[in-house]
């Protein structure tokens, strides 16, 4: 049968010819030569979405295309030159070309016919072989772990843009963490906003059903404006979407999406919503365990380095200075009069002044010091890279702070004792942190 075809699509001096069967409102691909033999079988389209096959079929006579520049002939096929003849009532006959197809009218006629009369079905191999490109896309997809929903994301894309021979795959996905945006050729930023705003527009015309385009007349990134001719968009994710999955084909191989097209997009959009559902729960259990392990390094008041985090931190930092000779100052810093605080005002008041401290501390160090609660009252203040010789400018600074907060209780104020050590090159750090505890009880005593 293909044979056939391709002789006649020789004689007729053109790459494609498709003969389609007409069933009430719709056209059927059967076969053909070029497209025609690739595409058989998947290749159905409504006769209302086509108006030059209208014309053909209603006037029975042939209807020309020919301009410079590919234009959309029928259903997916598109062409620079072509010729639509109806044989009959039940079939039509496109010859399409690169090149101007120079054939007299009878000619046509005589060729279409003998098109019509060599096509008897689709071949059962061309099914089993378009069942097992839907296989084999869904099957290249699902190969993939998913660690990460924007790798699970630009995956889709990629295998999507492969499998459906794409110019543009873009696929938008909603997390409780944001929106992810992944693509795969086409030159595209998925960052850019307005292709961003493109693709979430078409997230919501697909909600309830795909949207395919065959020639795309919309504006946009992910339209004309982004060089497109042809789009099939789908949701992935029912009946709580997910996110979208776009496809589309540009005006340097401007062609659309066969009936088989559409089957593998529609399986790899099915597929796509258990591959990011899975690395959404992923990411959400990592999220989940981050923030177990910030709490339980974190000062539930104050929000700053609790106890284990500074003991941890000094450990690393007594293994670093064991091979670097790096200046570091330790500080310890403790509330004056908070126990008076709380008998005479209640916890609240004292409470209070404990961020009051925490604030004056973060405010006045650089975000590299790590600032933590290691006690009740007492604050440790690791200083890296730190000269001595700025330390007291430091604790002046801190003081300064200190007497300018006010607190809701005009009879509560705020200050701090403070002491400080810098080891010597390879020095012992316990020992700088004894001094440091040393000079702050100093400080105390002598207020």
Not at 393 to 404: D, N, P, Q
Request: a negative charge.
């Amino acid at each position: 049968m293909r044979d056939a075809c391709e002789l006649l699509a020789e004689r007729m001096g053109v790459t494609d010819l498709l003969v389609l069967e007409r069933s009430g409102d719709s056209l059927r691909l059967l076969g053909g030569a070029g497209r025609g033999a690739s595409w058989a079988g998947s290749v159905e389209t409504s006769l209302t979405d086509e108006p030059l096959a209208q014309r053909a079929l209603k006037s029975g006579r042939a209807v020309r295309v020919s301009g410079d520049a590919p234009t959309r002939v029928v259903g997916p096929y598109w062409s620079t030159h072509a010729w639509l003849l109806a044989v009959g009532d039940e079939h039509l006959v496109v010859a399409g070309s690169p090149q101007p197809v120079k054939l007299a009218g009878g000619e046509l006629v005589r060729h279409a016919t003998e098109a019509v009369s060599a096509i008897d079905g689709v071949p059962s191999a061309k099914l089993l072989a378009d069942e097992l490109e839907v296989v084999h896309a869904v099957r290249q997809l699902m190969e993939h772990r998913a660690e990460s929903v924007a790798a699970t994301a630009h995956h889709i894309a990629e295998v999507a843009a492969s499998a459906l021979s794409c110019d543009v795959a873009a696929v938008l996905v909603r997390t409780t963490f944001g929106q992810v945006v992944e693509t795969a050729s086409g030159g595209v930023e998925c960052t850019d906003p307005r292709f961003c705003a493109d693709l979430a527009a078409l997230s919501r015309r697909v909600r309830d059903q795909a949207l395919l385009e065959q020639d795309v007349s919309a504006r946009g990134p992910l339209g004309r404006d982004g060089g497109l001719v042809a789009r099939y968009a789908l949701a992935i994710g029912a009946p709580e979407q997910l996110g979208v999955l776009v496809v589309g084909h540009a005006g340097m191989r401007p062609r659309g999406f066969t009936s088989l097209c559409q089957r593998v997009g529609r399986a790899l959009a099915d597929a796509a919503e258990v591959l990011l559902q899975q690395a959404i729960a992923r990411e959400e259990l990592a999220a989940e365990r981050d923030r177990f392990a910030r709490e339980a390094r974190t000062d539930p008041l104050t929000g700053l380095a609790n106890r284990i985090a500074w003991d941890d931190a000094i450990a690393t930092e007594r293994t670093r200075r064991s091979r670097y000779r790096r200046p570091l100052v330790v500080m310890t810093a403790d509330v004056d009069s908070l126990k008076a605080i709380n008998d005479a005002h209640g916890h609240a008041a004292g409470d209070e002044l404990l961020l009051a401290a925490a604030g004056v501390l973060r405010d006045t160090l650089r975000s590299a010091d790590l600032v933590a609660r290691i006690g009740g009252d007492e604050f440790g203040i690791l200083l890296s890279e730190t000269d001595p010789m700025v330390v007291g400018l430091l604790v002046e600074r801190i003081a300064e702070g200190c007497a300018t907060w006010r607190g809701s209780r005009p009879d509560v104020h705020l200050s701090l004792s403070i002491g400080w050590a810098a080891p010597e090159p390879f020095g012992d750090l316990r020992e700088a942190l004894r001094e440091a505890d040393e000079r702050m009880y100093a400080a105390k005593r002598s207020r």
